[in-house]
């Protein structure tokens, strides 16, 4: 290993997600020309992203066939990333309050107010989407209700917030 | 791979499930698990860093 490997190698994720300026892009692009190691290092990290990518599909599958014989008799073993999902969620919750109650108020709309509520709709959305997802299980019923409930009261003024009104029925 | 996915810590799978698999950018992530885009980032660097390294060390082929 070269002894500028070490800086470089800390830059290759941030290179891989195109994160880079142009020039520590470019930096990165000359030493990778020459040096061995960091282009199978950086193959290395495409190679294992794609892996992980494939193994979080199969476990999206996995509960997909779990979900049935799960409902007649068994207890659920969450798979450890809805798990996650739902730990997230209670995150999500208490920083979007948060940020939604110490936001200033506006007599107008501006500019950052007509972007704010474009980012709204696509959060909202995307934890529409993670609800229902998680409403598959039946231990999550509670947690699904809170998610519709912060939904429809921190963006009311989304699509998502309507979707949510009727989940929560 | 499967394994090396376990064995990574919460505090780095997180951020990477969020990242890579739910499609949202650093700030994204960062707003959800509280945290700031640069930690955010160098929790991804950290995570993607030890399962290329645990793939090269199996020998595995990039």
Redesign the interface.
């Given at each position: 290993m070269e002894k500028s490997c070490k800086d470089i190698?800390?830059m290759l994720?941030?290179y891989?997600?195109g994160?880079l300026s142009p020039s520590d892009s470019s930096k990165v692009a000359e030493h990778l020309a020459t040096c061995e190691h960091c282009r199978?290092?950086l193959?290395?990290?495409?190679?294992?992203?794609e892996?992980?990518?494939v193994?979080?599909d199969d476990s999206l599958s996995e509960t997909e066939n779990i979900r049935i014989p799960a409902a007649k008799t068994r207890k659920i073993h969450w798979p450890?990333?809805a798990v996650?999902?739902a730990?997230?969620f209670l995150?999500?919750t208490?920083?979007?309050v948060r940020?939604t109650l110490t936001r200033p108020k506006r007599s107008e709309l501006t500019f950052a107010e007509i972007e704010r509520k474009i980012t709204d709709s696509g959060?909202a959305a995307?934890l529409l989407a993670?609800a229902e997802l998680l409403s598959e299980y039946p231990d999550a019923e509670t947690i699904v209700k809170q998610q519709y409930q912060h939904i429809i009261e921190t963006y009311h003024e989304t699509p998502a917030a309507a979707s949510a009104k009727l989940g929560i029925k | 791979?499967?394994e090396?996915?376990?064995k990574l810590d919460?505090s780095l799978?997180?951020p990477?499930?969020?990242r890579?698999?739910?499609d949202?950018n650093?700030k994204?992530v960062g707003?959800?698990?509280?945290l700031s885009p640069s930690t955010v980032?160098s929790r991804?660097?950290e995570a993607?860093?030890i399962?290329?390294?645990?793939?090269?060390e199996r020998g595995?082929e990039?």
């Amino acid at each position: 290993m070269e002894k500028s490997c070490k800086d470089i190698e800390e830059m290759l994720v941030d290179y891989t997600d195109g994160q880079l300026s142009p020039s520590d892009s470019s930096k990165v692009a000359e030493h990778l020309a020459t040096c061995e190691h960091c282009r199978r290092m950086l193959d290395g990290l495409r190679k294992s992203l794609e892996l992980a990518g494939v193994i979080w599909d199969d476990s999206l599958s996995e509960t997909e066939n779990i979900r049935i014989p799960a409902a007649k008799t068994r207890k659920i073993h969450w798979p450890r990333y809805a798990v996650i999902a739902a730990s997230i969620f209670l995150v999500a919750t208490t920083s979007v309050v948060r940020r939604t109650l110490t936001r200033p108020k506006r007599s107008e709309l501006t500019f950052a107010e007509i972007e704010r509520k474009i980012t709204d709709s696509g959060s909202a959305a995307r934890l529409l989407a993670a609800a229902e997802l998680l409403s598959e299980y039946p231990d999550a019923e509670t947690i699904v209700k809170q998610q519709y409930q912060h939904i429809i009261e921190t963006y009311h003024e989304t699509p998502a917030a309507a979707s949510a009104k009727l989940g929560i029925k | 791979m499967r394994e090396s996915l376990q064995k990574l810590d919460d505090s780095l799978l997180a951020p990477m499930v969020l990242r890579y698999f739910c499609d949202l950018n650093s700030k994204e992530v960062g707003e959800i698990l509280a945290l700031s885009p640069s930690t955010v980032r160098s929790r991804l660097r950290e995570a993607r860093i030890i399962l290329a390294r645990g793939l090269l060390e199996r020998g595995v082929e990039p």
